[in-house]
Structures are given as structure tokens and as C-alpha cells.
């Protein structure tokens, strides 16, 4: 259930409501909008009475809410979520690029591709520390010393950094490294992270599970709502289809769908959803027509030599290309962005 408040009104009024929630045995959710403030209800499995709440100064309507998904629904909210990350946005109308490797390598390497990128204009950078690997024998990430490196590129560069997080045993030393952790497609259903997750206030990175409906998507990012923190950007990274040509099916269709069931942020990951490098141009722009917010790109120096997911890395000059052309496009999407041109901070 929603209870919408009337325009500015008063905190007591609101704490009052809360408080009605809370000794129901409810959790009650603070959803400031740009006209009114609203109050979600979780935590109740039947139907609540309206009446309840009505009576309640300050309340203006009880709106039952049907789906299975609440808080992420823009059912609850209608004003797009638009996630801080230090000051950076995720959701607004500037797009957002996280660019990197997929594995963090050496110092040497984060360091140096965190360097080109920040002087492509790039924001965020990305780099796998914790691999779940669907192969034992692959290559599992440096763990610790990765978040180390990441520390170390972030210090020399101002990136933040986004990287994942594999299981709960991790989490604090991975959130202590991280700006925005990422949940891998693997792990969008593992529901002990997701409300571990819930638990903390750090942006989160929810990447779709590789056979996950939009509506199971939505789900899971609901868990991390629910426990309270509502810093979540969801990320289409391809499902699984018949079509063997492919990695994955990078589902665009999924981005007008979320984005007219959710006020979430939705970002797209071109290199795991066709899964060859001379695909994520293309995909790379589709997506930001099909509306998305912005990207998750792999950049290495030498993908040749990527310990995971080279073949569908980009190298920096390529990823350079890559933005000019968002530049072009993003006035045509009513968006805006700027990567640094000639001029800007020269390669170490
Ligand atoms: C990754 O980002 O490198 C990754 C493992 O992605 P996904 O979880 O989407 O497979
Ligand atoms: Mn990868």
C-alpha cells in the first residue's frame, strides 16, 4: 500500500504515519516525490484496509498496490530515481559510462586504463577483483589485492569504482573499496546478498540473471528496497536464447518495459550482451536509442592478452570512438554527454 501525503506536509504528520506502520508490524519506506511525500508499506502478506490510514492528518489517499514489486514500482513512485555516486548521477539526463576490464590484472593495468579512460571523459571505472567464474579452472580474480589496486587507481584518478561483489562472506571489504558494487547476472537471485545488500547504503549495480524476466529483474531489486537502501541501477547484460552466434540476445526490449514499470535507473552492458568487441558499438548506441541511462563497457590495453573476456573487450582508442559518437548521439535522446576532447588531461 501507498499513503500519499498532502502537498508539505508537516514531519509530524509523517512521523505519525510511520509510526501507525511500524506498530502495525510493517516496515514503512519514505518516498520523497517532487509534489508530495509518500509513505510505502512492506511487510504485510494480505490486503490492508485504507481506512487505517485515512484518518491520519496529513493523508490524502491509501492506494493498494497489486504487483509483487512495490517499491520499485513507479506505481509508487513516478519521478525517475536518479543515483548520486560522490556527486556523479546515474539516472539523470547526462548518460553515464562505466568502463574497464573485466578483471582487475596487476596495478600496472587498472592503473594505466584507469588513466586513459579519465582522460576520455569517462566517470566510473569498472574492474572484476572477485571473478564467479562459470568454469573452476578460469582465471578467479586477484580478490584483495584487486581491491587494493582499485584503491590505488581511484587515488590517482578520482574514478569511482565499480566492482562486484560475490557472496556475503566479501561483502564488507569489497563496500569498503567500492562506490557502486555490482551484483553479477549469476548472482541476481542469490537472496542472502541481495538483503545484505539492503543492509547498507551504497549504491548497488544489479545486473539481470541470465534466463531472469524483466518481472524477476524487478524482484530482486526489490530486496534490496525493501531492506532500505534505495540506490539501485538496474543493468541489462543479455539473457540466455537459442541463437548460438552470440554470446548472449542483448534484450533492448527490456529498457522501454522497465523504464515504464520502474523509476530506476537501467543501464546496459554491450560487452557480455553480444559478447565480440566489433558488436559493442552497435549495441552500445541501440541501447542508449532504446533509452537507456548508460553503459557498463570492457576496455583493455591488449585484449589479446585479457585474462577474461578479452574477445569482447574494447581497446581505449576504440572506447574513444565509442563516446564521440554518444556525444552525437545523446541530443538526439534529449540526453546529454561530454567526453573530454583535445585538451584534456594528457596519457601518464
Ligand atoms: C562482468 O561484468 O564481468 C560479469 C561477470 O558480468 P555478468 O555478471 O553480467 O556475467
Ligand atoms: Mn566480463
Known amino acids: 500500500m501507498l499513503i500519499v501525503m ?153 574514478l569511482r569504482i565499480v566492482t562486484e561483489v560475490k557472496d556475503t562472506e566479501t561483502l564488507p571489504i569489497v563496500a569498503e573499496c567500492a562506490d557502486i558494487l555490482q551484483v553479477g547476472a549469476r548472482n541476481m537471485q542469490n537472496y542472502s546478498l541481495l538483503e545484505a545488500l539492503g543492509d547498507i547504503r551504497k549504491p548497488v549495480l544489479l545486473k539481470r540473471g541470465l534466463a531472469a524476466t524483466i518481472e524477476e529483474l524487478l524482484m530482486a531489486a526489490e530486496y534490496i528496497l525493501n531492506g532500505g537502501n534505495y540506490n539501485v541501477i538496474l543493468c541489462e547484460r543479455g539473457i540466455r536464447t537459442f541463437e548460438p552466434a552470440t554470446r548472449n540476445t542483448l534484450d533492448l526490449n527490456a529498457i522501454p518495459i522497465i523504464k515504464k514499470l520502474s523509476h530506476l535507473p537501467v543501464i546496459v552492458d554491450p560487452s557480455h550482451g553480444i559478447g565480440v568487441w566489433d558488436g559493442v558499438m552497435a549495441m552500445s548506441l541501440a541501447a542508449i536509442a532504446a533509452g537507456a541511462d548508460g553503459l557498463i563497457v570492457e576496455v583493455h590495453q591488449d585484449p589479446a592478452m585479457a585474462l577474461s573476456d578479452g574477445y569482447q573487450s574494447l581497446k581505449p582508442a576504440k572506447m574513444k570512438r565509442l563516446l564521440d559518437k554518444l556525444e552525437q548521439l545523446a541530443p538526439i535522446m534529449d540526453r546529454t554527454f561530454t567526453p573530454a576532447h583535445a585538451g584534456a588531461e594528457a596519457l601518464p
Open 6 to 158: 498532502k502537498l508539505r506536509a508537516e514531519r509530524e504528520d509523517i512521523d505519525r504515519v510511520k509510526e501507525r506502520i511500524s506498530k502495525l508490524g510493517f516496515t514503512p519506506h519514505e518516498i520523497p516525490g517532487e509534489q508530495r511525500l509518500a509513505i510505502g508499506i512492506t511487510g504485510n502478506q494480505g490486503k490492508l484496509d485504507p481506512e487505517m490510514f485515512l484518518n491520519l492528518p496529513g493523508v490524502v489517499e491509501a492506494i493498494p498496490v497489486s504487483k509483487p514489486f512495490k517499491l520499485v514500482s513507479r506505481d509508487v513512485k513516478a519521478e525517475n530515481t536518479v543515483v548520486r555516486v560522490d556527486g556523479e548521477p546515474i539516472g539523470a539526463r547526462e548518460l553515464a559510462v562505466i568502463a574497464g576490464p573485466c578483471s582487475v590484472e596487476s596495478r600496472q593495468q587498472i592503473i594505466d586504463v584507469a588513466f586513459a579512460l579519465k582522460s576520455q571523459g569517462v566517470k566510473f571505472l569498472r574492474g572484476g577483483a572477485y571473478k564467479p567464474r562459470t568454469s573452476p579452472y578460469s582465471f578467479q580474480g586477484l580478490k584483495d589485492e584487486a581491491l587494493q589496486y582499485l584503491k590505488d587507481a581511484k587515488d590517482a584518478t578520482g
